[in-house]
């Protein structure tokens, strides 16, 4: 599998309820945000049927304004290193493919090339789930996992999340937002038993 420094392939909100509020971002985060928020909501509120969503529009920003320990937990293991996510073939089957996410102007990110069938796939449902790899010798799970859960955002090269994006392969890209619908942190005690810690967005929680 050819790598670059990142890889880039295998590499409406509910009624009532109001929007994660924003206290932490920059102003370039925050105008980052504000589109990422508007097609989160316009994929939930779909009547057409044509593709699935998620009503949930919390990013990254968000995500660590709320929660910073679990987000810096949450980038020390991301950070340079290959990770697993999960989408939906055009099926309904699960896909589990390697990304390289980063993270610039309050957004999570990953790409895949632009000849991958992810791209029809996603399109059609975007939600999608991503747990970080244990160095290969940690059997015993000292290093601790991270994992999110929810919707992919098509975003152009001009993005300040992609010009800030690491690396430049020798082959066309497709990038993606990620919102934050969930987000686990688990570390193991002594006995190895895991220990949780959770966030889920405001819209999440309040669902029945």
């Given amino acids: 599998m050819g790598r670059s ?6 590499p409406s909100a509910n009624s009532g309820v109001p929007p994660p509020r924003i206290t932490g971002a920059t ?11 508007r097609y989160w ?10 593709a699935v969503g998620s009503a949930i529009v919390a990013t ?13 937990f949450a980038r020390e293991r991301m950070k340079g290193r290959i990770v697993y996510q999960a989408t939906l073939r055009l099926d309904g089957g699960p896909r589990v493919h ?7 102007a309050g957004q999570m990110c990953v790409s ?8 029809r796939e996603v399109e059609r449902d975007a939600r999608y789930a991503l747990h970080t790899a244990l160095p290969r010798k940690d059997h015993g799970g000292d290093f601790g ?11 152009d090269a001009s993005h300040p999340a992609v010009l800030a994006r690491p690396g430049e392969p020798p082959y066309g890209l497709v990038h993606y937002a990620c919102s934050i619908d969930e987000a686990v942190v688990t570390e193991y005690s002594d006995d190895e038993m895991p220990v949780y810690r959770r966030w889920k967005a405001p819209a999440v929680r309040s669902s029945p």
Avoid: Y
């Fill in 5 to 10: 420094s990142m890889l880039g392939h295998g």
């Fill in 27 to 37: 102003c370039s985060q925050r105008s980052s945000i504000a589109p990422a928020r």
């Fill in 41 to 50: 909501r316009a994929r939930a509120s779909n009547s057409s049927g044509s």
């Fill in 60 to 72: 990254w920003a968000e995500f660590e304004d709320a929660e910073p320990d679990l987000a810096a």
């Fill in 98 to 104: 390697p990304v390289s996410p980063w993270i610039a």
């Fill in 112 to 119: 895949f090339r632009d000849t991958s069938p992810k791209l």
């Fill in 145 to 155: 996992e991270f994992m999110a859960r929810g919707s992919l955002e098509p975003i």
